[in-house]
């Protein structure tokens, strides 16, 4: 295991078959035809540096995060690997929780359950019946953290994993992320402001020895300064 930076990529843990990486918010996942900078690209080409590996080198993305968003992010560094990761996520054992900040006071922890649609043409998730033919079951576990400046601090369990799924369950109970763009009708577009949504936390069985690992990083948000807050993260 080797901890540690290098080519901006910050590294929280790496072996022979995984690698945990942070992404940096405004970061793809992967590319697309913006032909942006990505994090896998960048995880690639990190592991072909370090190791001084010819040719292409495989790392496998098991799961993805918003552009806008931030957080860790697990890669597998072999095929099998990213088959038995990809297993834990159908089997809900990939554990991932998200620390956000919406408009207004929530003042009791509770669930969401909903219905989504990504209409493929918008980019956008919207919530639907059941009976729509292409509706998606969406769910979400939250704990009220604290209050600020008339705003919730949430701790998110994320029990399915749709597009957009946070930012449209919450702003459907009329609590949208501070700072997101899309789906909040109160953020300032052409702001430099960013959404306040960050994966802070992973759990999932290590592929080959089957220890349970956990990973933990906060984001650089006044609003998770303090220690008393921080423990109870």
Not at 16 to 45: A, F, P, R, Y
């Amino acid at each position: 295991m080797v901890d540690g930076k290098m080519n901006n990529l910050n590294v929280l843990y790496e072996d022979n078959h995984i690698i945990v990486v942070e992404k940096k918010s405004n970061l793809l996942s992967q590319s697309d035809i913006t032909g942006d900078k990505d994090l896998l690209t960048m995880v690639k080409e990190y592991v072909k540096e370090k190791y001084n590996k010819p040719g292409n080198v495989y790392i496998g993305l098991v799961h993805r995060l918003d552009r806008v968003v931030g957080g860790i992010m697990v890669f597998a560094r072999t095929s099998k690997a990213a088959k038995r990761l990809n297993e834990q996520i159908k089997n809900h054992e990939f554990k991932k929780s998200y620390i956000a900040v919406c408009d207004g006071i929530i003042k009791d922890d509770g669930v969401l359950i909903n219905y989504l649609y990504k209409e493929p043409k918008k980019h956008v998730s919207i919530i639907v019946n059941k009976d729509h033919k292409d509706a998606k079951l969406c769910k979400l576990e939250y704990e009220v953290v604290s209050h600020i400046n008339n705003k919730t601090v949430l701790k998110i369990n994320l029990i399915t994993g749709r597009y957009n799924q946070i930012r449209v369950q919450f702003n459907n109970i009329n609590h949208p992320l501070d700072g997101d763009f899309k789906y909040n009708k109160n953020a300032l577009k052409g702001s430099t402001k960013q959404i306040k949504l960050w994966a802070y936390k992973i759990e999932f069985n290590h592929p080959v020895t089957k220890e349970k690992l956990s990973f933990k990083l906060l984001p650089n948000w006044e609003e998770v300064k303090n220690e008393e807050l921080i423990h109870r993260l």
